[in-house]
């Protein structure tokens, strides 16, 4: 029996199991794991549970780990390959708010049909559990087909992803002998577009940053000190206007060192994306790319760093108008990282600029809002083609190596803390209405998703 | 019988009846007369009734104008002399709010010993209601001494100045030919410093603006499209930075058209007031003047235009952090006028200003909030050398000619409305705490008040 014959009776075994499948995806659907609310502790402990037996009937090793906050689900298929996989998924799920924006009860999940095609409708049917089932049934035709589980294969979910993991790092340290691998797998991105499959090769970093200036201990009267006192958010208004300059560089110093221009084959392939950076701003009521001259749309959001100013406020700045020159000005700021770029260095960096700024009367403080480095994969690993091409056969379109402009922090942690990459597979769709009211999935999502899956695992085991 | 004897005359029956002043002060005191406050209506209305009995037992024909707020004084002593003269005051008082700090009942005033001197404590004493009895005061020991009252003098009571002086300038208008005198004079302002009485002889005008930039129709995330999509926080702190250059001027073009520098007399004269800009800058934590290269701290903040930024706000700028690339940004901004600047030239410079950096993907909107050109008073009137001479006889020191950082709405109105300048005389001091609990005016302000008035009527009439 060859490869391609076991590969061609797993993806049948698949299309068979289907009505099952979505059985089984509904009822872990059905528990309203939401990790943010005290109130469903023991729903989040629930799914954790169902999470656990399912893999335990499937053949798999699988163990709840305790965590101060909600449990870990890991489990491991025999040894016996030179290259152990991880796979991640979470499985706790968004809160429902506003409920009455929601045609049906969130956690009473359906099969419907639309104009684009059957959907499962309900929370976390997108985000994240539809899509790591895709996997675990990928994983259950194999058995089906084969008699034993793929080889060497750790799953992990988590219970804590919309609630900010804080338990994920320390676990990672604590377990990182078992959870070691050569390769993480997650399954909570979406494709390039409808029909598009792709695989995100690389992740922005990030530093957040806040910064408050002080001036007089009160707030004054513009007109008893207007032209005489320090007005702090002139100076802050200084400090952020010079972080980038008029080609939409940002200026601080050795800021790009470390950033690295495409290489010549992902250049050429985000160039056959075909972006369409008018409908992409078009759908927010955007039309013009602002970023750095000379760059392509697709550079700026996914290869180059940036400097963006998330928030400010000082002074009066409610209804009517009040002559006060302010005590104080404060603005948040964040820098998108690419490349080697250090989060430590822009960050010293940042505040010695705007320290240049502040006069004698001035104060300036600082507050640290996380620092994360960018994510690059290394796609000279033959995993990433073997998996481009599971997927380009999956769905008849070439699977595309895209970027993110956000971070996706599992991504670096794994990097971090296991000193493995991650290949970001998901079968999400732009229309999904993630951490919205009406949450669905597309079935072909998901029965396709399984499909590139057991595609994937025949090419790596 | 001289002058000088009539006044000496005047002076004594001022110090006799001094007593009874104070009594009648605090009679007016215990009227809680709260014009912003729809529950104090009746009160507000009592006052000009008292006010307007005061004036009717003293001789003068006084009358009370109803408007659509609360009522106007007028009164007029019989026609005698070649110049008219308006004494303006206010006989509302601000808010008493917060209650549990005042050491005793607002509206149940006092006389109080303090180390520095007794003081009259309660809502109104400085503000304006112990000012506006100074010149009553002086008119009844005129009368009197002389049996009739000073010719020509035009009283104008307004029951709205702590409520924005609604009803203000379309009560001029309509009484124009009423009101019109060579000079208005009024009671409201301080004393340069503790002893050392001033007119006021310039106030800033003043330009409010509130700019409102927007760019997509809804918050995005930094991640997905910070460095392509314009950034509204951005484009408004360039366009403020750039507002003022490296050395404090303002950059809008023509802003400085009208702008006068000193005369040699004025410049040598608050040379002499000796301002201590450290002193003053570290009442409110602050040390080093921030203004214009070249200029002195007096000239900063009484003779020289500038513009604040006096509120801004945009994104997320609560606890924690959100990577959001905000919708929206905006800021208010205010510049203060001197000399002829015209505030509408200024406000089409600022807006064309900030248009300039607003790239094609965002909008701005501007709000007017007011404009108001300075008043320089013309000080080769005789009169102002008269009073000037009658404040140094009465206070033992050089009364000075200072200017104002800020605005008072109601002399500008004069000069726009009734094209005549005005005398700011007042007696308050820094510690007065006038809108603040335990208001409270020097019995030597009142006193030498009354006395200073007597002797610059007696100089004027």
Redesign the interface.
């Known amino acids: 029996m060859t490869q391609s014959a076991d590969l061609d009776r797993v993806l049948e075994r698949l299309d068979e199991g289907r009505d099952a499948a979505l059985d089984r995806l509904l009822q872990f659907l059905r528990i309203p794991s939401i990790s943010t609310d005290p109130a469903h502790r023991a729903d989040v402990r629930a799914a954790a549970e169902w999470l656990r037996d399912e893999l335990t009937g499937l053949g798999f090793s699988a163990q709840i780990h305790d965590t101060p906050g909600h449990p870990m689900v890991v489990a491991r298929s025999e040894p016996g390959s030179t290259r152990p996989l991880l796979f991640y998924g979470h499985y706790d799920v968004q809160p429902v708010d506003p409920l009455n924006l929601w045609d049906r009860p969130p956690f009473d999940p359906t099969i419907e049909s639309t104009p684009d095609g059957d959907v499962i409708r309900g929370r976390g049917a997108a985000d994240d559990k539809g899509q790591l089932m895709t996997f675990i049934e990928a994983f259950r035709a194999w058995k089906h087909v084969r008699g034993s589980l793929p080889p060497d294969l750790i799953l992990l979910f988590e219970g804590e992803e919309e609630s900010g993991s804080p338990s994920l790092q320390p676990f990672l340290r604590q377990h990182a002998d078992d959870l070691r691998a050569s390769l993480a797998m997650i399954c909570d991105t979406s494709m390039y577009s409808d029909g598009r499959p792709a695989i995100t090769t690389q992740l922005?970093g990030?530093v957040?940053e806040?910064v408050v200036i002080r001036?007089?201990?009160?707030d004054?009267?513009?007109?008893?000190?207007?032209?005489?006192?320090?007005?702090p958010?002139?100076v802050?208004?200084?400090a952020?206007?010079?972080?980038?300059d008029g080609t939409g560089r940002v200026t601080l110093p050795g800021f790009y060192d470390g950033v690295q221009d495409l290489s010549e084959t992902l250049a050429r392939d985000w160039d056959a994306l075909d972006f369409d950076?008018g409908d992409?701003?078009g759908r927010?009521?955007?039309?013009?790319?602002?970023?750095?001259a000379g760059r392509t749309?697709l550079e700026?959001?996914w290869n180059?760093?940036?400097a963006?100013?998330?928030?400010?406020?000082?002074?009066?700045?409610?209804d009517?108008?009040?002559?006060?020159?302010?005590a104080e000005?404060?603005?948040?700021v964040?820098f998108?990282l690419t490349g080697q770029q250090d989060p430590e260095r822009v960050r010293a960096a940042f505040r010695d600029h705007v320290r240049s700024f502040v006069?004698?009367?001035c104060t300036v403080k600082f507050h640290e809002?996380?620092g994360s480095p960018a994510s690059v994969m290394d796609t000279s690993d033959p995993a990433f083609a073997a998996a481009r091409q599971a997927l380009t056969e999956e769905w008849g379109r070439e699977a595309a190596y895209i970027g993110?402009?956000?971070?996706i922090p599992i991504a670096g942690d794994f990097k971090t803390i296991l000193g493995m990459d991650s290949m970001l597979i998901g079968f999400g769709r732009d229309d999904d209405r993630i951490h919205s009211p009406n949450e669905k999935y597309d079935v072909e999502s998901f029965v396709k998703g399984a499909r590139s899956w057991a595609r994937i695992l025949n090419a790596l085991r």
């Open positions: 922005r990030l957040g806040e001036g007089a201990d009160r004054l009267h513009s007109g008893s000190f207007g032209g005489l006192a320090a007005n958010i002139m802050l208004a200084k952020l206007a010079a972080l980038k950076a992409f701003l927010v009521g955007l039309k013009t790319p602002i970023g750095e749309p700026m959001v180059r760093p940036t963006e100013i998330n928030g400010i406020a000082g002074g009066y700045a409610g009517g108008f009040k002559t006060v020159l302010p000005a404060r603005a948040k964040s998108r006069p004698d009367d809002h996380g993110a402009g956000g971070s």
